[in-house]
Nanobody, 129 residues
C-alpha cells in the first residue's frame, strides 16, 4: 500500500515560481513506481501535468507545461517534486500527486488518471494576474 501527501501549494502572481512536493510512504519502494502530477479545476476533468519513473530516468510533460515545469525525484527522502516556473493564470488548479507500480519491463509512462492506483488529497495552486 502507498500513501501520498502533497505540500507546497499556495497563491502566487503570474510569472512567479512555486515548488510542489509529494511524500511517498508505505512499504513499497518508490523506485518501482511511476510518479505523476495531475491538476483539476472545478467542473473540469483531471488533467495530466508530468510524470517520471521512480528511478528518475524517464519523464513526460504535457505540452501546456513543457519548458516551464520540471518533475524530479529525491529517492533518499522518498519525495517527488514539481518545480513550476513562469506560472500562468491558467495553471490555477488543485494539483494531485499520483503513483502506480511498474508492472512490466515494457511499461510506458501514462497520461491517463485511470492508470494510476494511488492518489494524494491534492494541494491548491492559485496564480493571480
Amino acid at each position: 500500500q502507498v500513501q501520498l501527501e502533497e505540500s507546497g501549494g499556495g497563491t502566487v502572481q503570474a510569472g512567479d515560481s512555486l515548488r510542489l512536493s509529494c511524500l511517498f510512504s508505505g512499504r513499497s519502494f518508490m523506485e518501482s513506481h511511476v510518479l505523476a502530477w495531475f491538476r483539476q479545476d472545478p467542473g473540469k476533468e483531471r488533467e495530466f501535468v508530468a510524470s517520471i519513473t521512480g528511478s528518475g530516468r524517464n519523464t513526460d510533460y504535457a505540452d501546456a507545461v513543457k519548458g516551464r515545469f520540471t518533475i524530479s525525484v529525491e529517492n533518499r527522502k522518498k519525495m517527488v517534486h514539481l518545480q513550476m516556473n513562469g506560472m500562468k493564470v491558467e495553471d490555477t488548479a488543485v494539483y494531485f500527486c499520483a503513483a502506480d507500480p511498474i508492472r512490466s519491463v515494457y511499461f510506458q509512462l501514462s497520461r491517463l488518471p485511470t492508470d494510476y492506483d494511488y492518489w494524494g488529497q491534492g494541494t491548491q495552486v492559485t496564480v493571480s494576474s
